[in-house]
């Protein structure tokens, strides 16, 4: 299901933080949905995934500091958590899940370097 036919009603959810799939090829053209900047409400943060567990590629630091760069100019830099499409356990090798976390690390590092000072 395309994530922009449901997230406005996922928005009326009373939540603090909304977590969605940001990297799988199926969805990782969705960030376009945040373009509508007025979409969060005061507090609410999203929580994009940024690696996938669809594949057993590592993703490069710097694609995910790419990624959380571009949600952080659509929302706010504040209002962005770095997180994983989905749970990583049993879907893929315990090496490239963990792989995969410090690649997601690594990228937070060096976007919120550039983000935040």
Do not use: Y
């Not at 567990?53 to 630091?61: D, G, I, K, Q, W």
């Amino acid at each position: 299901m395309p994530f922009e036919d449901i997230v406005d009603q996922c928005l009326q959810i009373k939540a603090g933080s909304f977590s969605f799939e940001a990297s799988s090829p199926r969805h990782g053209h969705e960030w376009r949905v945040w373009e509508k900047t007025d979409r969060l409400k005061a507090g609410q943060k999203i929580v994009p995934g940024f690696v996938s567990h669809s594949t057993n590629a590592v993703e490069h630091p710097q694609l995910i500091a790419d990624r959380i760069e571009l949600f952080a100019k659509l929302v706010g830099p504040e209002n962005v958590i770095a997180s994983t499409d989905c749970g990583l356990g049993g879907r893929l090798h315990e090496q490239i899940a963990w792989a995969k976390l410090e690649s997601l690390v690594e990228g937070a590092a060096i976007a919120s370097k550039r983000l935040f000072g």
